[in-house]
């Protein structure tokens, strides 16, 4: 058996060790806006209820490990003392993993990721319209473990209002854990699914992928695409060029002159595939 002093790895050794030994972790969807009413949106596995009176849930922003810089999320629940968890299912889950690219202060991840912001009734954050249970918080306290890059920073919520979808619900009135659907994190780009187990999904760390607001705008509305497939496309840090689009249309004439749909519905095809490349040429072949 590997026995094994923390104090005798590095931060990032460490941290893979634990993340891949406590899984499957659940996820905190957090929205929360600074102090001038900006949104930002950010998940977060260190997460869990830890009490139903008062309803309290606890997560942790922890400082980067690779550079020791915090969260906008941590930095928002100091200044305002409000935020919003929402849950992941697996219906937005690539969508979940494309908000959590490190995009700079200011941008808005709601917009970036293509969720959609719904007005809270007791706090100012938003919530996440398409994620099937949302509680609104206030936030009780924040416990700083240390200063150091991979320290936690425990932030405690009250929740005041809490929101579910009664599609998942069953005839008792009761969250149906099939019908919900929730997927977990678990160690490197590894997830699971609560009713199937685990999958694997690239995690956006070193790139800033487009973002669903930067698709043309009937890629952006497709009713063929799913929220899933555009999170997929978000992901990309570049369009491909348009001589590589023409190229590719030289060699699949079979794409050329076909409705939007058709390309949608074939980009799709190439999706499933896990290329994704080919999908957006399709996509942007006039």
């Known amino acids: ?15 893979g060790y634990l993340l891949g030994s406590v899984a499957p972790r659940p996820i905190a969807f957090a929205s ?38 915090t969260k906008h999320t ?10 919003v968890i929402n849950v992941v299912n697996y219906d937005i889950v690539q969508q979940m993993s494309l908000s959590s690219t490190m995009y700079p202060k200011g941008v808005n991840e709601f ?3 293509g969720l959609t912001m719904l007005p809270s009734d007791e706090v100012k954050p938003f919530r996440v319209a398409e994620s099937p249970v949302q509680m609104e918080c206030k936030v009780v306290d924040i416990i700083y473990t240390g200063s150091e890059g991979g320290a936690g920073n425990l932030i405690v919520c009250e929740v005041v209002k809490l929101h579910i979808n009664e599609d998942v619900l069953d005839e ?11 997927v977990a994190r678990a160690g490197g780009n590894f997830y699971s699914r609560a009713r199937e187990g685990f999958f694997e999904i690239p995690k956006p760390l070193t790139t800033l992928g487009i973002g669903v607001d930067q698709m043309p705008e009937p890629v952006k509305n497709s ?26 249309s030289k060699e699949h004439p079979e794409f050329v002159g ?6 949608h519905t074939f980009a799709q095809q190439f999706l499933e595939k896990n290329d994704v490349e080919s999908a957006w040429k399709v996509l942007l072949i006039k």
Not at 172 to 182: A, E, P
């Open 223 to 248: 009713s063929i695409l799913t929220g899933n497939n555009l999170g997929v496309l978000g992901n990309v840090e570049t369009l491909p060029s348009q001589e590589s689009v023409n190229n590719f």
């Open 74 to 83: 941590l930095d928002n629940a100091e200044a305002t003392k409000e935020v």
């Open 1 to 15: 058996m590997l026995t094994i002093n923390p104090k005798d790895i590095s931060t990032g050794k460490l941290h």
């Open 172 to 182: 008792n009135g009761q969250i149906d854990h099939y019908k919900i659907d929730l």
């Open 111 to 113: 917009e970036k990721a």
């Open 32 to 69: 929360t806006v600074d102090v001038d009413g900006n949104p930002n949106l950010s998940p977060f596995s260190f997460f869990n209820v830890f009490g139903a009176n008062p309803p309290t849930l606890v997560f942790s922003p922890a400082r980067s490990v690779r550079n020791n810089t």
């Open 258 to 263: 076909i409705s939007e749909e058709k390309k």
